[in-house]
């Protein structure tokens, strides 16, 4: 009988302590695939409005549409996108993703995302990262063209969610 008595007071309390932590995944915040489905309706849109301003040379192809979920354990999920498109560029008239993705994209919950340091090659002319803090979204926007005088850009979106709850 003192084992029984003993033993509730210690499972409340680790109980209690998860619930603190967060391993215990509380009904609160977005499910996985709730966040991944806006995911890849806010890139889709943002690959419509660029098409709005620049000449594309090929249609929006999805190579990750953010459908599959990598586990991370726990009743958890993560999701992933990325998609890409090439427009005509007219010299230094090329995406100026590092204000036109974040002023777009603010209506839609993100903003940038200063704690994120964007990966830059040769060839990339800007790269911005934007995060929706309330859906758990990080998205990256790049442009990259083969040279200063090239008639064509590439432009990338990729995303990730963060490991939410599944159910």
């Not at 489905?37 to 419509?48: H, I, N, Q, R, T």
């Not at 790269?127 to 850009?153: G, R």
């Amino acid at each position: 009988m003192r084992l029984i008595r003993g033993a509730v007071p210690t499972a409340a309390c680790v109980a209690a302590a998860l619930a603190l932590t967060g391993c215990g995944g509380g009904p609160s915040g977005p499910k996985a695939k709730d966040s991944a489905v806006k995911m890849a309706k806010d890139a889709d849109w943002l690959a419509a409005k660029y098409r709005g301003y620049f000449k594309p040379t090929a249609s929006f192809t999805v190579s990750q549409d953010a459908t599959k979920p990598s586990s991370c354990g726990h009743g958890k999920a993560r999701y992933s996108f990325a998609g890409h498109q090439s427009f005509t560029i007219a010299g230094k008239n090329y995406l100026d993703i590092t204000t036109t993705s974040d002023s777009w994209m603010k209506s839609r919950g993100y903003a940038l995302d200063s704690d994120a340091k964007p990966t830059y090659e040769f060839s990339m002319r800007n790269s911005q990262v934007l995060v929706d803090k309330k859906n758990h979204i990080h998205l990256t926007v790049k442009a990259t063209a083969a040279s200063e005088q090239a008639t064509t850009e590439l432009w990338t979106i990729t995303g990730q969610t963060d490991c939410l709850r599944t159910g």
